[in-house]
């Protein structure tokens, strides 16, 4: 984690939970909107992996790191705040690299708490040619680019995967016989996927030498619904594989499910059965359970969830007392989602786990 210095007045301010002064203070909290958040049929990192920044109404960052391991909230002066997040940096084109994230502007009240919703949708464009087999029967030795700029991908024939830009005008240019033509241009727009199929004209048509160009327009992506989840980022059902592993927020929803994949921060352990407090992070003595979270900095016990370590190798691997470097280090685990475990939700009968 990657925490910057804070304006002049909270850098002694070790309880985010406190404010200073609450006539001048006010608390920021954040989380991502895992209830709007679908598949986006890609790879993508998991979404505590997401790069968050906080700046206040100065440019002054409070916050640069990853969303895993941003505190739960921030105790600031009143003003004005904002926030970006991204899956990952995006410099240049790349073919299967969908970068989601949002940017959100909150003004923070004296005495008053917000809590920002990010919902990450497709902040990049793409464009995926289909090349008709005539194309290469006519151009054997061409080749095809898109480029943006003076940036440029070379799109195989046989490649079936989308090329990632930077919205704005991308071209498609064929290569051939020492010569460089554009075929045509065209300007997308965040979250616009074009796909185009590309054929050369055969000899019904005379052997005329133009390039036929036919845009897909129902393949092209245009609305919100396209947003941040897939495999491993928050929009897992629990169920089969690790893969489908869904978050700890997310397995509060499935309460009396067996055989669930769940996967977090390991964030302390010692609890006790009320109801609520504080996860003890340091010096544990029991070996048979742990807290989980979806940050690493959470403490607060009602905003994780408990796992049971029975004896064997799930206890020997993941138990505090024998590990206690394994606090903040993110972990998948299996078992029975059950309403109460230690005055919260938990995880019974751990049966299988995957360190991160």
Not at 51 to 78: E, F, H, M, N, Q
Not at 327 to 342: D, L, M
Request: proline share 4%; with cysteine; hydrophobic share 40%.
């Amino acid at each position: 984690m990657a925490m910057l210095p804070l304006v002049a007045g909270l850098a002694a301010c070790d309880d985010f939970g406190k404010f200073p002064s609450a006539d001048t203070h006010g608390e920021l909290q954040w989380e991502i909107d895992r209830e709007s958040v679908a598949k986006a049929g890609a790879q993508l990192p998991d979404i505590n992996d997401f790069l968050l920044t906080i700046r206040d109404s100065k440019g002054i960052t409070l916050y640069d790191g990853t969303y895993g391991d941003s505190p739960a909230k921030l105790t600031v002066p009143a003003g004005s705040y904002t926030l970006s997040i991204i899956s990952e940096e995006f410099t240049s084109p790349a073919f299967a690299h969908p970068v989601y994230g949002d940017e959100e502007v909150v003004v923070i009240k004296a005495g008053e708490s917000a809590t920002v919703s990010l919902n990450c949708t497709l902040v990049n464009c793409g464009i995926r040619l289909r090349i008709a087999a005539n194309f290469l029967t006519s151009f054997p030795d061409g080749v095809m680019y898109v480029k943006q700029g003076g940036a440029k991908l070379m799109y195989a024939y046989r490649e079936d995967r989308i090329a990632y830009f930077k919205p704005g005008e991308i071209a498609v240019v064929l290569y051939n016989e020492g010569k460089e033509e554009t075929l045509f241009t065209r300007t997308l727009e965040a979250r616009q996927i074009l796909t185009v199929s590309i054929s050369a004209p055969g000899e019904a048509d005379g052997g005329a030498s133009s390039i036929k160009v036919t845009l897909d327009t129902s393949k092209t992506w245009l609305t919100d619904n396209w947003v941040i989840g897939g495999d491993n980022s928050g929009g897992g059902t629990g169920g089969g594989s690790v893969p489908d592993a869904c978050s700890v927020a997310d397995a509060r929803g499935k309460i009396g499910q067996k055989d669930v994949w769940v996967y977090g921060y390991i964030v302390g352990g010692d609890l006790t059965t009320s109801a609520s407090g504080e996860v003890k992070t340091a010096g544990i003595t029991k070996q048979t359970h742990l807290a989980m979270a979806d940050r690493s900095t959470i403490t607060d016990k009602t905003a994780c969830i408990a796992v049971e370590l029975p004896a064997g190798k799930v206890r020997d691997a993941l138990n505090l007392v024998s590990h206690p470097d394994l606090v903040g280090t993110r972990v998948y685990v299996k078992g029975e989602i059950v309403e109460k475990y230690f005055g919260t939700v938990g995880l019974k009968g751990t049966s299988d786990y995957v360190m991160k």
